[in-house]
C-alpha cells in the first residue's frame, strides 16, 4: 500500500472541503464522504493480500472456522463505524456519532457471544 497516495487523496479531500465550507458548506459534507470512501475502497483492496496470510495463519492453528469469521467481521463492523462516526463529527451531529459507535459495539459484543461461551466453558471444564 502506497501510503503517499492515501495521503495525498486525504490532502485533496481536506482541502476540497474546507473550501466548499465557506462557499458551499452543504456539500462540504459530501466531499468528507467522497474522499473518505475513496480511502476506505483504497484500504479495502490493499488489505485483500493480509486477509489472505490472516487465513493461512488462522488455519495452521486450526481455528475453527466460526471463529475466524467472528473476529474478521468484528474487525469490519469497527473500521466502518469509525468511518462513518467520524464522517458524522465532522458534520457537526456528535449526539448521532456516539449512538453509532455504541451500536457498533453492541454489534461487535452480539457477535462475540459465541466465542465468550466458549471461553467460559473451557474455564468451567478446566475448573472441574
Known amino acids: 500500500m502506497n501510503i503517499f497516495s492515501i495521503l495525498g ?3 485533496v479531500g481536506t482541502i476540497m472541503s474546507i473550501l466548499l465550507k465557506q462557499y458551499l458548506p452543504e456539500y462540504s459534507v459530501l466531499a468528507t464522504l467522497a474522499t473518505s470512501i475513496i480511502i476506505l ?8 493480500p493480509v486477509l489472505d496470510k ?3 495463519f488462522i488455519k495452521e492453528i486450526k481455528m475453527p472456522g466460526e471463529y475466524s469469521l467472528i473476529i474478521l467481521k468484528s474487525l469490519g463492523i469497527a473500521f466502518v463505524v469509525q468511518l462513518i462516526s467520524d464522517i458524522c463529527k465532522d ?7 456516539s449512538k453509532l459507535e455504541l451500536a457498533g459495539k453492541i454489534s461487535i459484543l452480539i457477535l ?3 466465542l465468550f461461551e466458549k ?3 473451557i474455564i468451567f ?3 472441574s
Open 125 to 127: 471444564e478446566m475448573l
Open 54 to 56: 490472516l487465513t493461512y
Open 112 to 114: 462475540s457471544l459465541p
Open 41 to 48: 475502497f483504497w484500504v479495502v483492496v490493499n488489505l485483500i
Open 119 to 121: 471461553i467460559i466453558s
Open 91 to 97: 458534520a457537526g451531529e456528535t449526539a448521532i456519532a
Open 9 to 11: 487523496i486525504a490532502a
